[in-house]
């Protein structure tokens, strides 16, 4: 991709990179800036252009890709309960699904960011990534209608959609109701670490069950970290209960 300097921003779009993003969404843009702003990052917008970046158009664009994830769920499981269909709904929003998608599409080429932040690998940063690939679902909203939005969602939701035909299950939830049932404390859950550098972090959690040997697990956000710390107590609790029942 092309770069340019204006504002101290490095790595930045111009209009035939524009072009190309417009092409792998598959919409041409009446008002071009407003994908231009869905790729701007905070840094690299000027002081003049204090609405200049994607956080404004994030916000926005979370929603809209709530609403046809909903729609899209609503369609395809016309029998699942509420519950099971609120499960596939957190994971499809989530920022794993939307940084994902980001990839597919390579935003991270797009992306306008000041020096530093592309010196320091922001650029490959999963949770920015999944930021603007809201806000590009959000330009795609107002640029287009609904339908737009909603070609570019079903487009690559699908095949994320495809790959977990069961609800996703949340350990976290999960071990809650397991503590429950049981009469204890609900669970406890204490960062016991975090390693590398601020864009790029892994935590570890580890969980606490009243009566139970503690567990640990590492992702590269707390509530990744959580749930496999919680899957991983949960496995050692269904163990021991077979091997009790064998």
């Given at each position: 991709?092309?770069?340019?300097?204006?504002?101290?921003?490095?790595?930045?779009?111009?209009?035939?990179?524009?072009?190309?993003?417009?092409d792998?969404?598959?919409?041409?843009?009446?008002?071009?800036?407003?994908?231009?702003?869905?790729?701007?990052?905070?840094?690299a917008a000027?002081?003049?252009?204090?609405?200049?970046?994607?956080?404004?158009?994030?916000?926005?664009g979370?929603?809209?890709?709530?609403?046809?994830?909903?729609?899209?769920?609503?369609?395809?499981?016309?029998s699942?309960?509420?519950?099971?269909?609120?499960?596939?709904?957190?994971?499809?929003?989530?920022?794993?699904?939307?940084?994902?998608?980001?990839?597919?599409?390579?935003?991270?080429?797009?992306?306008?960011?000041?020096?530093?932040?592309?010196?320091?690998?922001?650029?490959?940063?999963?949770?920015?990534?999944?930021?603007?690939?809201?806000?590009?679902?959000a330009?795609?909203?107002?640029?287009?209608?609904?339908?737009?939005?909603?070609?570019?969602?079903?487009?690559?939701?699908?095949?994320?959609?495809?790959?977990?035909?069961?609800?996703?299950?949340?350990?976290k939830?999960?071990?809650?109701?397991?503590?429950?049932g049981?009469?204890?404390?609900?669970?406890r859950?204490?960062?016991?670490a975090?390693?590398?550098?601020?864009?790029?972090l892994?935590?570890?959690?580890?969980?606490?069950?009243e009566?139970?040997?503690s567990?640990t697990?590492e992702?590269r956000?707390?509530?990744?970290?959580?749930?496999?710390?919680?899957?991983?107590?949960?496995?050692?609790?269904?163990?021991?209960?077979?091997?009790?029942?064998?």
């Open positions: 991709m092309s770069s340019n300097s204006q504002g101290g921003a490095g790595a930045m779009s111009d209009d035939g990179d524009l072009v190309l993003l417009s792998r969404l598959e919409h041409r843009f009446d008002d071009v800036d407003l994908l231009k702003r869905a790729v701007t990052h905070r840094s000027s002081h003049q252009e204090r609405k200049g970046h994607y956080e404004r158009l994030e916000f926005l979370d929603r809209v890709l709530g609403l046809i994830i909903a729609e899209l769920l609503f369609e395809r499981f016309p699942e309960a509420e519950g099971k269909l609120a499960r596939r709904h957190a994971a499809l929003v989530s920022g794993e699904a939307l940084s994902e998608v980001a990839d597919e599409i390579g935003l991270g080429a797009f992306l306008r960011l000041a020096k530093g932040e592309e010196e320091a690998g922001e650029r490959e940063n999963p949770a920015l990534l999944a930021n603007a690939c809201e806000a590009v679902i330009a795609l909203y107002l640029d287009g209608g609904l339908p737009a939005a909603e070609r570019f969602v079903r487009g690559h939701w699908m095949a994320l959609l495809r790959r977990a035909p069961l609800p996703p299950r949340d350990s939830t999960a071990l809650q109701e397991w503590a429950q049981q009469g204890l404390p609900l669970p859950y204490l960062e016991t975090r390693e590398g550098p601020p864009h790029d892994t935590f570890t959690i580890t969980v606490e069950v009566g139970e040997a567990e697990g992702g956000s707390k509530r990744k970290a959580e749930q496999d710390a919680a899957g991983r107590l949960l496995a050692r609790i269904e163990a021991e209960q077979q091997e009790r029942q064998a």
